[in-house]
């Protein structure tokens, strides 16, 4: 089994709808997640942290469910700047290094 | 300003050569990588520095050998160059090597080896 795995997608989704990714991971010590994006041809830059309580940052929402061993991304009102590669990242307690998930592919259509 | 630099940005080389890439950072940063992407997109790190002190070397063929001469510059020279080591390269830095850190990533050297 894969350390971080994601659908891959991709997902076709209309302007102004609402996209949830999920990404589970198999390592119970894994402390520290992060949502990257990647647009096509560039490098992966930071979206957004998550937290255990789950955050928000203005149309996007991460949730992390330690039990299930899952995170997830919540795109609201979709745009079409929006379109990129997802990646679910994941650190484990005692370890320096991240493990990226293959990402989801993500395309807003006008 | 750029945070983190990367050259060349693309490489095209005959299998057999030996190729050096290069990166620096301007963020006062202590922490810095390289990744390797595929074809498949998949991104997986081969090494780690801290302070110029190697902290993860990620079971790379010893082909890569990355050289840190300080905190601001990691290079990776690659030796005896094979169609499998075609990829994208990114470098990145953090603050720090706690993996809780956020990671700047460089644009990436595109390496094809013909």
């Known amino acids: 089994r894969k350390e971080v795995e994601q659908d891959p997608g991709p997902f076709n989704v209309p302007e102004g709808a609402t996209v949830a990714f999920n990404c589970t991971y198999s390592n119970s010590a894994s402390q520290s997640f992060f949502w990257y994006r990647q647009d096509c041809r560039k490098e992966p830059k930071l979206l957004m942290s998550v937290y255990s309580s789950g955050n928000e940052d203005g149309r996007f929402t991460a949730q992390l469910n330690r039990a299930s061993q899952y995170i997830s991304l919540l795109i609201r009102d979709s745009k079409l700047s929006d379109s990129a590669t997802y990646l679910c990242v994941v650190n484990m307690r005692g370890n320096e290094k991240l493990t990226f998930g293959t990402g989801t592919r993500l395309t807003i259509i006008p | 300003d750029t945070a983190v630099s990367q050259t060349p940005k693309y490489l095209v080389t005959q299998m057999g050569n030996d190729k050096s890439i290069k990166c620096e950072q301007n963020l006062g940063h202590d922490t810095m990588y390289w990744y390797k992407q595929d074809s498949k997109k998949f991104l997986k790190i081969m090494f780690s520095?801290?302070?110029?002190?190697?902290?993860i070397n990620e079971t790379v063929p010893n082909r890569f050998s990355p050289k840190s001469p300080d905190k601001a510059h990691l290079n990776l020279h690659i030796n005896s160059l094979e169609l499998g080591d075609s990829a994208v390269y990114f470098c990145?830095?953090?603050?720090?090597?706690?993996?809780?850190?956020?990671?700047?990533f460089g644009p990436g050297t595109r390496l094809l080896v013909l």
């Open positions: 520095y801290n302070n110029k002190e190697l902290i």
């Open positions: 990145a830095s953090s603050q720090a090597l706690t993996g809780q850190e956020t990671q700047y």
